[in-house]
């Protein structure tokens, strides 16, 4: 079983909708929660950042960790066709600067 | 800044053929990784560095060696290329200063195809 699972998809929305993405993952150890973006052919870019447990809003894009459930979220409101791209999670172990990598979504928004 | 670099872009390789993977930024990051990215398998690690003269394992180091001997490079050495080695490599750096932890920055990937 992978330290972090994530459903690949892919995932088709309208524009203008929620995009729900989640992330389970199994090492309790994990204290540092990450959502990248890559778009097609590129290197991925951090998007989200959270410690522990708890809500992260950034203007369109929302981050939830529950870590009781070894859970994390994360939404994108008012979809763009721009939001297209893959994205992946990442989680590293406090005093860890090793990323665990879930497979990652791909999503795509149609306008 | 340029960030992280990465070069070649692209590269075919024959099976046995070696090569090296060049990986450099200008942001003074002290931690230097190389991950390989593979469809539904994410990015896994392959080696990685929290400073010049250090260096430890990955997820994935077989097949693959590195050195740091600057801050800016890290590059990634494949010693007999193997067609399982087709991928897309992608070098990421980050400050090790403050409360920064897992804001990796990518460099752009390179491509690598061994027939």
């Known amino acids: 079983q992978k330290e972090v699972e994530q459903d690949p998809g892919p995932l088709s929305v309208p524009e203008g909708a929620i995009v729900s993405l989640n992330c389970t993952y199994s090492n309790s150890a994990f204290q540092y929660f990450m959502w990248y973006r890559q778009y097609s052919r590129k290197g991925p870019e951090l998007l989200m950042y959270t410690y522990s447990s708890g809500n992260k809003e950034d203007g369109r894009f929302t981050a939830q960790v529950d870590k009781s459930s070894k859970y994390i979220s994360l939404f994108i409101r008012d979809s763009q066709p721009s939001d297209s791209a893959t994205y992946l999670c990442?989680?590293?172990?406090?005093?860890?600067?090793?990323?665990?990598f879930g497979a990652g979504t791909t999503v795509t928004v149609r306008a | 800044n340029a960030g992280v670099t990465q070069t070649p872009k692209f590269q075919v390789l024959k099976t046995g053929q070696s090569m090296t993977l060049q990986c450099a930024q200008d942001m003074n990051h002290e931690y230097m990784s190389w991950y390989r990215q593979d469809p539904g398998m994410g990015l896994r690690l392959i080696h990685y560095?929290?400073?010049?003269?250090?260096?430890d394992q990955g997820e994935v180091p077989n097949g693959y060696n590195v050195s740091r001997s600057t801050t800016e490079d890290f590059p990634l050495r494949l010693l007999s290329a193997a067609p399982s080695q087709t991928s897309v490599y992608f070098c990421?750096?980050?400050?090790?200063?403050?409360?920064?932890?897992?804001?990796?920055?990518f460099g752009p990937g390179t491509r690598l195809t061994v027939l």
């Open positions: 990421a750096s980050s400050s090790l200063r403050g409360r920064s932890e897992g804001e990796q920055f």
């Open positions: 990442a989680m590293s172990a406090r005093n860890d600067y090793k990323l665990s």
């Open positions: 560095s929290v400073g010049a003269g250090i260096t």
